[in-house]
T-cell receptor, first 112, second 113 residues
Framework: QKEVEQNSGPLSVPEGAIASLNCTYS??????FFWYRQYSGKSPELIMF????GDKEDGRFTAQLNKASQYVSLLIRDSQPSDSATYLC????????????FGRGTSLIVHP | GAGVSQSPSNKVTEKGKDVELRCDPI?????LYWYRQSLGQGLEFLIY????????KSGLPSDRFSAERTGGSVSTLTIQRTQQEDSAVYLC???????????FGPGTRLTVL
């Protein structure tokens, strides 16, 4: 059974700090990796996706992928209170099936 | 452009009643997913439609749950004889052909009394 694990948190960081969110996955053949942000009472929205090992940067967000360690992370630089939300990691399955597996999410709190 | 829409936004029903939830995907998106999210929980996959292929129903929790997708566009998720444990937010997502990014609708919050 494919699993995606995230620390449920909450992760609390001060405004301006770097928030680091982590995710591990069990399916070694996974090819695509996504980070979604979900505000309370709202639906998930895509922040980042990454396919290759290494770092991918988009504004204040950086996704990091290490397929050998089956580990993907999301760094948020200069964290803002508006970043407070639950962050969901999703892993695209291998073998041509387009049904991603979602983690349970990590709650991030950025305090002023 | 228009995103994924879902209706109703909220549905309160009595135990034992049937409910229908509607999803209107982004125009041109051939893939459509239904998920369920209970309070404080992650996303539970329910069913996946891709074009005209037979849907992947592997996530449906019981035979009380069914879904249709008419004309490759609008989808309806039906829950028969609702139970209190069916209370959750039901999310629909669509995905374009050749892409693997899903776009979520606002969800339907179902409460079974």
């Amino acid at each position: 059974q494919k699993e995606v694990e995230q620390n449920s948190g909450p992760l609390s960081v001060p405004e301006g700090a770097i928030a680091s969110l982590n995710c591990t996955y069990s399916d070694r053949g996974s090819q695509s990796f996504f980070w979604y942000r979900q505000y309370s009472g709202k639906s998930p929205e895509l922040i980042m996706f990454i396919y290759s090992n290494g770092d991918k940067e988009d504004g204040r967000f950086t996704a990091q992928l290490n397929k050998a360690s089956q580990y993907v992370s999301l760094l948020i630089r200069d964290s803002q209170p508006s970043d407070s939300a639950t962050y969901l990691c999703a892993v695209g399955s291998s073998g041509g099936s387009y049904i991603p597996t979602f983690g349970r999410g990590t709650s991030l709190i950025v305090h002023p | 452009g228009a995103g994924v829409s879902q209706s109703p936004s909220n549905k309160v029903t009595e135990k034992g009643k049937d409910v229908e939830l509607r999803c209107d995907p982004i125009s041109g998106h051939t893939a459509l997913y239904w998920y369920r999210q209970s309070l404080g929980q992650g996303l539970e996959f329910l069913i996946y439609f891709q074009g005209n292929s037979a849907p992947d129903k592997s996530g449906l929790p019981s035979d009380r749950f069914s879904a249709e997708r008419t004309g490759g566009s609008v989808s309806t998720l039906t829950i028969q004889r609702t139970q209190q444990e069916d209370s959750a937010v039901y999310l629909c997502a669509s995905r374009p052909t050749g892409g693997d990014t899903q776009y979520f609708g606002p969800g339907t919050r179902l409460t079974v009394l």
